[in-house]
């Protein structure tokens, strides 16, 4: 940067000209230095006392941006440093829409002037206020200030009208880049800040480290889609607006609310925050939140999920604190919603096998880690067995055993549950046929082996077509498969699903819905489906013989099962009681650890050696 001492332009054109110069370019950033260098030129040129600019906002109030001399010892707050336009004083007031120069001297009932008088203790000053203007409105000032009189001629009016063009010129520029700025970090709906400023946010905050934890609140509207397909998108919109309104008023205003997208929102406490503060605040979003919201002649309700992650910023990472929020929120959503669940010790030990699981799940499948064991389903009146569930089982070299609930439900969160479908579907097929080869003949007759097929593969449109091929690779005919649907599944009545299991009867192959009795399946849907077999929730068959609820409702379903001329399974059969209750109720085949845990193959083909007789009864698998 030049000094104006040594580059003192020596008329009005060349002022003009070293101004433009000096204003090029600038950005916020720079605006004070490039302004202060600019106003000490004009006070040298000018030979005035006191030069300053200032920016007018939107709230009615005047800012000063720049001024030479600067002062020294500036109070605080400086009563020159913002200024309200709704004064008393109507020289002042004007200056809110200032539209050309404005001279005073030598003494005026300005406020401003006396402001300035009172801060320079002097008793006689003169003041020239330029206007900034852009689109026909004021939006600033340029002004200067002689202790004492002075005059201006019509060429340094002139000037002074160029020079503030240049001004208002260069703050229309930075508020474009300011627009584009916002634009680039905040929501577009809400208007709250969006990822990349969250990002940004977070980013600072764990740089600073500062001691103590710090808390961040993921909140997700529960069932929003249910409105969204209720009232349709537009409604959705207003009513994000609304909760982002609630949200914003119901936290600290030092808080920053975020907008990840959809009905995700983020809160980040500012300061220190510990876990009972951090659940307070999530149970107050809660309650501000669940209050009705009229929209579209509908009062409507919603309640709101929360995960909290409270963490040492020196001691955590951003992907690692992010993760941890939302794991929390999703905990919250899998337990009904309307929940505040806290990110614990216990859950980040999960969650760390759970990514475990989830880089190493494809390799699994397909290098020959995972293995399958089989558990007997069995004639209740003789125990003699009738059939296999295929269970799939993965005993990791480094994490040990791997729940099957928890590789599963990975498998169908990245979009590798058809892959791991497919690959227990075949190696069932494989030992199916290969008891067949081994045992004696007449062993396999009556027997059939359960495979639990995932709702992708229900909806896969060559699903069908891999079951034929599997079945002719092995040998084996449709009724020696069962396949297992989940009722949730079944209920969906997903056109795609409906056309598979129809694709999938058309082979001979029997479908069974599994867990009945926990996804509400009406009469209608029952009979609309190619069922051939019910198999009742473990959770009504534990406490069978002991719990009346429990009775009450197997009964029912017996009873249903033989209205539609469906066979039945029991799962989960422990104790004797349980299964002479399902004997007494009408239900003859069952599985459990009353009979058998799930065995390797070569344990079944034992258990096979000794079996005579025994079938499903197949009367509705026609």
């Not at 190696?427 to 081994?438: L, M, P, V, Y």
Request: proline share 4%; with cysteine.
């Amino acid at each position: 940067m030049s000094d104006p001492e040594c580059d003192q332009p020596g008329n009005l054109d060349e002022l003009v000209t070293s101004v433009a110069t000096s204003l090029m370019g600038v950005d916020s950033a720079g605006l004070r230095p490039a302004a202060e260098q600019v106003l000490r030129s004009l006070v040298q040129y000018f030979q005035v006392d006191l030069s300053f600019l200032r920016f007018h906002t939107a709230r009615r109030t005047t800012t000063l941006m720049a001024e030479w001399p600067p002062r020294e010892n500036i109070p605080d707050p400086d009563p020159l440093g913002v200024v309200e336009f709704a004064t008393a004083d109507p020289v002042f007031a004007a200056n809110e829409h200032l539209s050309d120069i404005m001279i005073v001297r030598p003494v005026g009932s300005d406020d401003y002037q006396k402001r300035v008088q009172q801060a320079a203790g002097v008793q006689s000053t003169s003041l020239a206020m330029v206007p900034l203007r852009q689109d026909g409105r004021t939006t600033g000032g340029l002004g200067f200030i002689k202790y004492g009189d002075r005059g201006w001629d019509d060429d340094e009016l002139r000037a002074l009208k160029t020079i503030a063009l240049l001004f208002a010129q260069m703050q229309g520029r930075m508020a474009a880049e300011e627009r584009l700025r916002h634009i680039a970090h905040h929501d577009e709906l809400t208007g709250l800040p969006n990822r990349r400023a969250l990002m940004e946010h977070l980013t600072g905050v764990l740089e600073d480290a500062e001691p103590g934890t710090r808390a961040l609140l993921f909140i997700d509207v529960d069932r929003l889609k249910a409105m969204n397909d209720f009232l349709g998108h537009e409604a959705g919109d207003r009513f994000i607006v609304e909760i982002a309104e609630r949200l914003r008023a119901a936290v600290d205003p030092a808080d920053v609310v975020a907008r990840l997208g959809g009905d995700e929102l983020v809160v980040s406490v500012a300061g220190t925050c510990s876990e009972a503060r951090a659940v307070a605040l999530a149970e107050r979003i809660q309650r501000a939140i669940a209050e009705p919201i009229q929209l579209g002649g509908q009062s409507l309700g919603r309640t709101v999920s929360v995960g909290i992650a409270v963490m040492e910023p020196a001691s955590v990472s951003l992907a690692q604190w992010l993760r941890s929020a939302d794991h929390a929120v999703l905990v919250a959503k899998k337990r009904g919603g309307n929940n505040v669940v806290v990110f614990t010790a216990e859950m980040e030990k999960r969650e760390q096998v759970r990514v475990a699981v989830e880089m190493n799940l494809l390799t699994a499948i397909r290098d020959g880690s995972l293995t399958v064991a089989y558990q007997p389903i069995v004639d209740l009146r003789t125990r003699i067995p009738v059939g296999v569930e295929t269970l799939v089982r993965w005993n990791h070299p480094t994490l040990g055993p791997v729940a099957p609930e928890l590789f599963v439900g990975v498998a169908e969160a990245t979009n590798l549950a058809g892959e791991l479908g497919d690959w227990v579907l075949g190696e069932a097929c494989k030992q199916f046929a290969t008891w067949r080869a081994e045992l004696p003949a007449g062993t396999m007759d009556g027997f059939a082996i359960s495979v639990n097929i995932s709702p992708v593969q229900l909806i896969a449109i060559d699903f069908v077509a891999t079951v034929a091929n599997t079945l002719e690779r092995y040998g084996l005919s449709g009724r020696d498969l069962i396949l297992e649907v989940t009722e949730h599944a079944v209920v969906s009545d997903d056109a795609a699903a409906r056309k598979t299991l129809h694709g999938l009867r058309s082979l001979g192959v029997c479908i069974a819905i599994d867990d009945f009795g926990t996804g509400y399946s009406s009469l209608a849907q029952l009979k609309a489906f190619p069922v051939n077999t019910l198999k009742i929730d473990r959770g009504f068959v534990l406490d069978l013989g002991h719990s009346t609820d429990d009775h009450a409702i197997v009964r029912s379903i017996i009873k249903l099962a033989e209205s539609f001329g469906l066979d039945l399974i029991a799962e989960g059969v422990e104790s004797e009681e349980a299964a002479a209750t399902l004997v007494e109720l009408g239900c003859r085949v069952a599985q459990g650890y009353l009979f058998s845990r799930p065995l390797p193959a070569e344990r079944v083909a034992s258990a096979l050696r000794t079996r005579t007789s025994g079938t499903y009864s197949r009367g509705a698998a026609s």
